[in-house]
């Protein structure tokens, strides 16, 4: 629940005036990094990831046109995949927010 709050606070902020005159394309792309094939995957995994989606689906009912697409990838528990996939959503698929990362390791990876 609180990843979904996370994710509804992030996207309200992009909600505002001066935020969605600054989105290209009128478009954001959220990146869900988690666990769905090890230890985390029960707490976390695919379900996070459709906790996003229905918060994306949410969101665009009051956006005014301001479109949220979600997207996901597996770390495997490893923090040089999880960077890796970090790395590559921001630098070349125009990722604007990356959540979830149950796994403490990754998570301090893909921050640095």
């Given at each position: 629940m609180r990843k979904l709050l996370l994710l509804g606070c992030a996207l309200l902020?992009?909600?505002?005036g001066i935020a969605s005159a600054e989105v290209p394309g009128n478009s954001v792309k959220v990146g869900?990094?988690?666990?769905?094939?090890?230890?985390?995957?029960d707490q976390a995994g695919k379900g996070s990831l459709i906790a996003a989606q229905m918060a994306a689906e949410d969101f665009a009912k009051e956006s005014k046109g301001?479109?949220?697409e979600i997207i996901?990838?597996?770390?495997?528990?490893?923090p040089d995949?999880?960077?890796?996939?970090?790395?590559r959503w921001i630098d070349q698929e125009s990722v604007a927010a990356i959540?979830?990362?149950?796994?403490?390791?990754?998570?301090l990876a893909v921050t640095r």
């Open positions: 902020g992009l909600s505002t869900v990094l988690s666990d769905f094939s090890g230890p985390f995957s301001l479109k949220v996901s990838a597996d770390h495997q528990n490893k995949v999880g960077s890796a996939i970090a790395r959540v979830d990362l149950p796994n403490s390791g990754v998570a």
